[in-house]
DNA sequence: TTGAAAGCGTTACCAC
DNA sequence: GTGGTAACGCTTTCAA
């Protein structure tokens, strides 16, 4: 391994002055730092981030904690994360955490050995032990794809986004309308305010539980079949879903009770994964802006490092759009978009310092 | 952050005897190691791995290089690699490379630079220039998914896999066969081996060339859409395609000729990726053992950092076997399992130190 | 068995 | 402006 010293000694100068050409930071005679330079390239000199990072630096290593890469969703944040990531010269340390809070703290722990600048973390919950750890460790932290009340985060608008959908299906005529998913969840409150403003009682959407942890647990068919096995469900045309695998368990299940999509059913999912433009009957989804989410994610993290920011956590909030598909379209045509304000599509980003949702 | 002199300190000793229990390598007193330990759990130290990568032992970083975890294939690997490594005690730091050689070799510099010990790599082809540098920079590299001449790797019998969906479509009945890929792919010559000993002359066995890079190239569907409009498309009752993203668009598009499957038609995939499960009609596709893959990878990474194993390249070749669903059965049925030697399940996982296949 | 001390490759502080 | 030098936290001689 080439070192910062043999630079130095080719050159005729001292290490600590080849330190200063590489970090641009004090001056150096334009002399000295073009012999410095020749011999860098000369040499095919790298520095060692290693030894770097030992001096108290930076590591130029990012923590991605996140439940699980199988999750097409979580695929594509990962992915854009490590090429945003890339782009300011880190790298990504990947985690998962199945969904579990005591992998998540093993993960974390590890991601703080290692001493990594930041971490993009999707917790267990807002007071994970992980979270715990890595504020207390002071690792700059910024939580997606979730609000968090005391660190960073950037998330999409889910409360807007499931108003979204229930003006979608309200428009497309459906008055019966069904949640999948968690009663607490943001969506499902928007969805039902949406509704509730155009004359639909609230107290008549049904939101059937559906416990959703990873790609593994799909006994969320079971669930789906005792709701379409109900009155209830039999006359219910307008399903939205906590996310595109659900919906998709909806979709098949409803085939198999001959309830024709589009047509009789209309079923809307949650994160636009590929899924929903692979299936057939296209799924009908809420689409997140990922590449936005990622940017955001790494800049934040970047401000941070840098030291500037306020102690004040940032929430980003981002507004999503509807994908509209087959699942939800009462005649075939091609897919559009849609949004709440606007039938054209909206300019898919707006931050506000805070905001409530999700 | 606490040190081994803060360990050292209270403990009354020096800080190498207290690296010395650390590392349990010399012999040091019951006494004084019952200090040093006890003020080690007390005072909560974690050793700085940073430090000891310094020092020039091991960074317990493997690097992941991969086209793309969108991809759900790539995904699952990728999970499974950071939980297997992660019970060794390494971390992964992940790298994509859009199957782009520049972007490849600007990832594994990146990944050379950070002193990783090892690294994991489903490269573009076998002599890519990152391949090349991670040779000459003599880190130990495994390629997976692909057999390489002059690395350890570890793949699935792609040959065999193309020989066990051949035996499974002419048990089904079909003589017309054709499939989706690229002539040269080792599952065409595997699946055009059976049908010939199987009476088919491969000459017989269309190959409809499909460029299938990532998840965002799906141009697919107008390369099939040509096949079933051709005259020997319409004819073929029996498709293999080389993963399980074509053969949903095989499948999609035939339902577009009105093609029914199963009955008309049968298609087959690889990978048996989760779409598989999920698409209805639910896909026929080759497994191959992933958490195998993934075991056998980091076990020859460690192999390899603790200096054992001869010099020779590793070829370790797995057994896939398929998973019978819908798109290839003649009657309604539930999903099964099959393969060449045995319709009971292979004792998935056989290593030779060489042959052929992929 | 144990301690002192010399690095590992950089950065940063302090003189000159 | 520039060079010496002391860290950073750990491992590993080399003596004792």
Redesign the pocket.
Known sequence: ?I???DIARHA?????????V??G?????E???RAVNEWITRLG????Q???T????RSFLLGVVITDVSNPFFADIVKLLQQEAFLSGYAIVLCHTNAAEDIERQQVDSLIRRQVDGVVIVPCRAESPGIRKLRQAEIPTVVVTQQHPELDSVCVDHNAGGAMVAAHLLSAGHTRLAYFGKKQDAKFNGFRREAAANGVSPDRIPCVKVDYDSVETIDVESTVRRFFDSEEGRQTPGVFALNDFVALAALNTAAEYRRRTPGDLSVVGFDNTYLARIHRPSLTSVAQPLQEMAHRAIELLRRRLAGQGDNEPNLTLLQPRVVVRRSSSREAGTDSEYSLEDTAELPNGATRSTGEGN
């Open positions: 391994m070192t910062i010293k005729n100068v001292s290490p600590a002055t080849v330190s200063r590489l970090n930071k004090a001056w150096v005679s002399e000295k730092r000199y790298k520095p060692n290693v030894a770097q030992l001096v108290g630096t």
